[in-house]
């Protein structure tokens, strides 16, 4: 607590220093978002990095089709999802991804199929925070510490977590309502 309060009355800080105030509220939410989680700041800003440096290399390798296509980082561990029109373009974007430096593992989650419609992403966002929200109100689990992504009803989750932690968040997302499937890509801790 007494580090969430510490990042709070930097960003207070901050603020009042001369220079884009814009700045300062996003470095301090950054902040706060590191404090609440398991990965050190390194790999945290490590997993951004990641995210925008996959986003680059799949617009340059394959432009037409990276529309479709999400990056999630965890913990140097990538979650591809979205939808690509092909095959071959699938594998592609997975071997771009397994290039970007300090990537451990690549879970190739892209469908073969059309985009999807702004419903069904609606939907996906909808179920995302619903379960987001049903992990928060849990005391049982971490929930600031679990990333959720949903794709087409199917729920990921991310994070580390302890075994009993890992089984009681997927049975929360399991139970949430519009969620067809869940996929646990949780990494183990003591």
Known sequence: MNKLIHIALVGVALSQL????????????TGTAVALDRRTAGVFVGDQEIELRAMNRLREAIP??????????????????????DEPTRSRAAEVVKGVPDVRTVFNELGISGVTSFTARANDTTITGNVKARLLRDERVPGTKIKVVTESGVVYLMGLVTPAEAGIAADIARTSSGVTKVVTLFETID
Do not use: F
């Not at 089709?65 to 939808?83: D, F, K, P």
């Open 64 to 85: 037409e089709n990276t529309g479709n296509i999400s990056v999630t980082s965890y913990n140097r561990q990538v979650l591809l999802t979205g939808q690509v029109p």
């Open 18 to 29: 001369h220079g884009c105030a814009a700045v300062a509220v996003g470095g301090a939410a």
